[in-house]
């Protein structure tokens, strides 16, 4: 019974036009073309993240190596960057490879969001990867043992500035 009562009041909050939005008391629309009317935003909408960065993939010896943005799908992690290797001539998924862990915020009203490559490149004269992560951590992979080295961590956050005291 509960989850009907729910199901109506969203419809009825849908057929008004005000899709749940709390109103102060002066910004309510009334009157009957109330729902008619354009509210105009005072602010653009902003992303909870911006978008991965573009990051073009990697072709080698008929294989393919770009990030498996799609991971948790396929029996990965969702917080975690994974190397996604494919064959270049029937397109089929060969391997998974697990690059990093993103440690979860567990901040109440903070979500974790996801870590993206940034880079990623084919190591010359090696049979190797060398992927750098949004958060500048530099990766090593070698394609041959599929396994990964973390080549230099991230980069160390400034260190927290006080002001100065103030002469009496």
């Known amino acids: 019974m509960v989850s009907v009562?729910?199901?109506v009041l969203a419809l009825g909050s849908a057929a008004t036009?005000?899709?749940g939005r709390a109103y102060g008391s002066n910004d309510r629309p009334s009157g009957p073309a109330a729902?008619?009317?354009e509210?105009?935003?005072?602010h653009p909408p902003e992303a909870s993240r911006p978008a991965p960065p573009v990051v073009p993939p990697v072709f080698y010896k008929g294989?393919?190596?770009e990030q498996d943005l799609d991971s948790a799908q396929h029996g990965g992690d969702p917080l975690s960057g994974?190397?996604?290797a494919t064959d270049t001539t029937n397109g089929a998924r060969l391997w998974i490879l697990k690059i990093?862990?993103?440690a979860p915020q567990n901040i109440p009203g903070l979500p974790t969001f996801n870590r993206y490559f940034k880079r990623l490149s084919l190591v010359p004269d090696r049979d190797a990867l060398a992927i750098e992560d949004e958060a500048g951590t530099r990766y090593l992979v070698d394609?041959?043992?599929r396994a990964v080295t973390i080549v230099s961590p991230p980069p160390a956050p400034a260190p927290e500035t006080k002001p100065l005291p103030t002469p009496e």
């Open 17 to 19: 036009g005000d899709h």
């Open 100 to 102: 990093y862990q993103v």
């Open 143 to 145: 394609l041959s043992r």
């Open 5 to 7: 009562a729910v199901a």
């Open 39 to 42: 509210v105009q935003m005072t």
């Open 63 to 65: 294989i393919r190596y």
């Open 35 to 37: 729902a008619d009317r």
């Open 82 to 84: 994974y190397l996604m």
